[in-house]
């Protein structure tokens, strides 16, 4: 029996589907367990560039199991794009199971969204207006649609009219846009309900009965651990759980079948959105790092934050998901540095704070302590034994290691599939 939780140890875009991907390869099911579309996880295999929102990555494989759990938020218009995209590029997706339980993104939670953003002003959060947080709102309010609503019309017509009447009062009285109307909403879903009604299943009990089987599950999770809506940088989250324990209520499966969590690290930082990001680059190093690491967001184009590896972040990582080994990727971005940073400490006020702070206010005042490491010239992106890497750069992950307490028990060290050194077994 293996069932690995694979999740994002920052603030999301870590390399989660490269090494969700690269894991695949000896696992049966690929689950994702939370998020919905504001996902954006990219592929390479074979040297073509694929790009995930919605489907677990494990879907370049023919022969495995692909499940979107019970604590996905799902926008079925989103998911049909995403399976015609990927037909059209010659992958089979006759594999692919939804969870009755998954809540379904409506056309008013991508208006809310991005009128909810607009109506913060300076305090936006920056979310990619994918209809994300209004979802969870409404599923926290138990108002939301599941899929197996869509497959009763009855159901839907009911839980839609409840829906519009309350959302059609928020539209008109306190934004002053127009209303939705019903008839095209009921509609335009149901049809998606019929492209979709053949993969929808009981995703828990399928999920057990692999487990059960002695298949290898993997839970490919989204986001990141600082995003998490109760242990990140609240209010600056996504509206769901990244940590490892969501995997167990977003796919409905207990802690003690668990086996393994990896926890996916860049071998620097990036973060897209709003909030606070102590160890941020504002000079030519960060823009260096974002040019060489391509750090512009998967799913919204958006340039991403720069900054340096923040151990501080990375052991909290560590601790609130039971991490028990790092997939560090991207190291190859590093190349050409004569220094590289690796921030071990927070100064706060006179003295200096070892773990992440509850307080948001601090964690936003936090002035980095870092320590200081050379770099190295070389290019990576062609190594494939941890012993051939330049001595610098095996010192510096080694380095996190330490810091972290936590083996770095895969290296990326370019976005292809073969692109990546394996230290240990995984599974
Ligand atoms: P995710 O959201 O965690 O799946 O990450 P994204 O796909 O949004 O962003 C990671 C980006 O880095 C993608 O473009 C990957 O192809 C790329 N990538 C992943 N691992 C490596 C690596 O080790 N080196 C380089 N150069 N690129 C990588
Ligand atoms: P992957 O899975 C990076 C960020 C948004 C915003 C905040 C809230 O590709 O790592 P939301 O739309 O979720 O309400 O936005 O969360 N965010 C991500 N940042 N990677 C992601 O996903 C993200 N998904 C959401 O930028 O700051
Ligand atoms: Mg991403």
């Not at 839907?156 to 934004?175: G, P």
């Not at 509206?239 to 086996?259: D, N, R, W, Y």
Request: hydrophobic fraction near 35%.
């Amino acid at each position: 029996m293996a069932a690995i939780v694979l999740i994002g140890a920052q603030w999301g875009d870590e390399g989660k589907g490269k090494i969700t991907d690269f894991l695949a390869q000896k696992a049966e099911v690929v689950v994702r367990y939370q998020g919905g579309n504001n996902a954006g996880h990219t592929v390479v295999a074979n040297g073509e560039e694929f790009k995930l929102h919605l489907i677990p990555s494990g879907i370049l494989y023919e022969n495995k199991t692909c499940i979107i759990g019970n604590g996905v938020v799902v926008d079925p218009k989103v998911l049909l794009q995403e399976l015609d995209y990927l037909n059209s590029r010659g992958v089979k997706t006759g594999k692919l199971l939804i969870s009755t339980n998954a809540q379904v993104i409506m056309p008013y939670h991508r208006l809310l969204d991005a009128l909810e953003e607009d109506a913060r002003g300076a305090n936006k959060i920056g979310t990619t207006k994918r209809g994300i947080g209004p979802a969870y709102m409404d599923k926290s309010a138990r108002i939301g649609i599941r899929i197996i609503d869509l497959l009763d019309k009855d159901v839907f017509e009911a839980k839609l009219r409840r829906n519009l009447q309350e959302k059609n009062t928020l539209l008109t009285k306190i934004y002053g846009v127009q209303p939705l109307e019903f008839e095209e909403i009921y509609t335009e879903y149901l049809g998606y309900a019929e492209r979709i009604k053949h993969l929808v299943t009981d995703s828990s009990l399928a999920i057990d009965s692999s487990i059960r089987n002695g298949e290898k599950v993997l839970f490919e999770g989204a986001q990141g651990t600082l995003l998490d809506l109760d242990h990140g940088t609240y209010p600056y989250v996504t509206s769901s759980h990244p940590i490892a324990g969501g995997a167990c209520i977003g796919a409905g499966v207990g802690p003690t079948k668990i086996t393994r969590v990896v926890g996916v690290v860049k071998a620097y930082t990036t973060r897209v959105g709003e909030g606070p990001f102590p160890t941020e680059l504002l000079d030519e190093t960060g823009e260096k790092i974002r040019q060489i690491g391509h750090e512009f967001g998967t799913t919204t184009g958006r340039a991403r934050r720069c900054g340096w590896f923040d151990a501080v972040i990375a052991r909290y990582a560590v601790r609130v998901s039971g991490i028990s080994d790092f997939a560090v990727t991207k190291l190859d971005v590093l190349t050409g540095l004569d220094k590289i940073k690796i921030c071990v400490g927070y100064r706060v006020g006179g003295e200096v704070i070892y773990e992440f702070p509850q307080s948001q206010k601090i964690f936003t005042d936090c002035i980095p302590v870092y320590e200081e490491m050379p770099g190295w010239q070389e290019d990576l992106t062609g190594v494939r034994k941890f012993e051939d890497l330049p001595v610098e750069a095996q010192n510096y992950v080694k380095r996190i290691e330490q810091l972290t307490e936590t083996s770095a028990t895969i290296v990326a060290v370019g976005p292809g599939r073969e692109q990546t050194i394996v230290r240990g077994e995984i599974f």
